[in-house]
C-alpha cells in the first residue's frame, strides 16, 4: 500500500505536479468561496477563457505564457469592471460581450499558429505533469499572495458581499475592493492553467467551495473545508490520473465532484437524505 | 472649541437615481435625540432619503450636516437598519459574525475583536433578547429573530443616528414589541432615530414627530398637528379612504423601492 502511493513520487516531474496541484486546489478553493457566494461562477468561467489571447500573444512575442496569460485575466477582469460599473449593463451581459470577445481573439491568434495545436489542448484541459520548476515558484509565490490578500481583506471583502449598504455606511471604497477582488481571482485562474486547464478552472472555484457551503455556517470554517476538499480532489485526483491513466485535470474534477455530491446527499442539517431521515422521524 | 450640535440638518436636499429625481428640495432639521416616523406613500422617496443619509446615493444638490458637519466627516454616527429584503439570508454568518459588523468602524479592516467589541457586542444581544442565538445561522432564525439580529448590530454599533427602514413589516408582535421598547431606550441615550413606516397609527401614538414625505414634504412636525386628513390626502393622493375620524391607506406592504 505505502510503495502504492510512493512510487509515483519516485518521478520528479511527479513531486512537481503535486505541489503544483495542492497550490492550486488549495488557493481555487478559498477564493472559491466567494465566488459561490458572490453568484461569480459565470465570471470565473469567463476569465479562465479570456487569458487565451494573452498565452497566444506571449507565444507569439516569445516570452513567458504565464505572464501573457495574468496580463490578460487582469486586464478583462478590469474591463468586465468598468463595462458593469453603475448598471450601464448588466454585468452578465458585460460577462457575455468580453469572453466571447476574448476566446475569439485567442483562437484567431492561435489558428495563425500552426506549430501551436499539439499545446493547445495542455492550456484547456492542463498538463499537470509539465510543471517546471520555475512555473512551481510563480504559483507559489501567486498562491502565497493571493491568500495573505484574503485573509488581509476578510473583513472588506465579508461587508461588500454580505451588506454593501453597510459598506457604504462605513464609507468603505466597495467599488475598489470589488476590482481588488476580480484580480485576485484572475491571478488564481492563472496558477490553476498548467494544473486544471481553462475548460476545468471553474470546477475547482467553485466545487469545492459549494461542498463547504453544505458543511458550515460560517465563513472562516467554509473556506478552511474548502481548502481541504480542493487539496483532497487534487492528491486523489492526481494519484487517479497516474494509475488509470487519464487527464489529470478530469481526475481532479471529477474527484471534487464525488465530495460535492457526498456533502449533498448526506451533509447534516443541509443535505438531502439527512433532512429526509429528520422529516420522516418528525413525523411518526 | 464651539460645542457641536448634535442634530441633523437637511437643506434643499434633492436626490434620485439615473436621471430620475425622487426627492425634491427637502429642507428640515432634526433635534438632539429627536425620533421622526417617516411616513409617506410607496415611492415617496423614504428609501432614497435614507439612502443618502448613508451615502449610498449622491445628493443632486443641497446639503446635509450632521453634528454641523458634511456627511462624510463621521464614518461611526449613522447605523442603518435594512429592510428584510435587502440581506442575503443565505450567507454563512451566525447571529454573533453580524453583530460584530457593528464594531468593524471602531477596529477598521485589520485589528481583531478586543474585549470591548466583545462585550459591546454581548451587551447588544442581551439587549434584544437574543443571547441564546448567538451562535445560530442568520438563516436559521425566523422573520422576527432575524430583524432583532440587525437591531443589535446597530445597538453595537453605539450611533449617534439611527435609520430603520420599515422596522413593523413582516414581523410577529413580540419584536415590534422589542423594537419599540428600544425606541424608548435610545430616546434616554440621546440617539436621534428616522423610522420609516406605512403604519399611520403607529407614527402617531409612539412618535413625537413626523415627516409627511411624498418625493417632496408635505409636512412635518408633532405627529397630530402633521397627521390632519388635509396632509395625508395630499400625500397619499387617491389611495386614503377617510371612514368618520378614521383615515384608511389602501396600501400594504411596501413593494422595492426602484
Known sequence: MLEWLTTPLSYTFMQRGLMASLIVGVVCAVIGCYVVLRGMAFLGDALAHAILPGIAIAYLLQGNLMLGALVAAVAVALLIGLFSRQGTIREDTAIGI????????????????????????????GNVLGVSPSDLWLAGGLGVFVLIAVAALYKPFLVISFDPVLAATLRWPAELLRHVLLILLALTIVISLQTVGVGLVAAMLVTPAATAYLLTRRLPVMMVISALVGAFSCLVGLYLSYYANIASGSA????????????????PRRGIIWQRLNNSSGVS | MLPVENRLVLENVSAGYNGQRV??????????????????????????LFKVLVGLLPLRSGQILIHGQPIGAHTDCVAYVPQRSE?????????TDVVMMGRYNRQ????????????ACQHALEQMGIANLSRHAIGDLSGGQQQRVFLARALAQEPHILLMDEPFTGVDAATQEATLTLLEQLKAQQVTVLVS?????????????VLLLNRQLIAYG????????????????GRVLFVGDVAVVDECCPPPEG
Not at chain 2, 440581506?87 to 447571529?95: A, G, H, L
Request: hydrophobic share 50%; aromatic share 10%; proline share 4%.
Open chain 1, 98 to 125: 468580453m469572453f466571447a470577445a476574448a476566446l475569439s481573439l485567442g483562437v484567431a491568434l492561435i489558428s495563425s499558429i500552426r506549430t501551436y495545436a499539439v499545446d493547445l489542448s495542455h492550456i484547456l484541459f
Open chain 2, 23 to 48: 426627492l425634491y428640495d427637502l429642507t428640515l432639521q432634526v433635534v438632539h435625540g429627536g425620533q421622526v416616523a417617516v411616513v409617506g406613500p410607496n415611492g415617496a422617496g423614504k428609501s432614497t
Open chain 1, 252 to 267: 481532479i474534477v471529477l474527484t471534487a465532484t464525488a465530495c460535492f455530491l457526498l456533502a449533498f446527499f448526506f451533509a
Open chain 2, 108 to 119: 477598521g479592516w485589520l485589528r481583531r475583536p478586543d474585549r470591548g467589541d466583545r462585550s
Open chain 2, 197 to 209: 413606516t406605512h403604519d399611520l397609527r403607529m407614527a402617531a401614538e409612539r412618535f413625537e414627530n
Open chain 2, 87 to 95: 440581506v442575503d439570508w443565505r450567507f454563512p454568518v451566525t447571529v
Open chain 2, 222 to 237: 408633532p405627529a397630530q398637528e402633521v397627521l390632519s386628513p388635509a396632509a395625508i390626502q395630499q400625500a397619499f393622493g
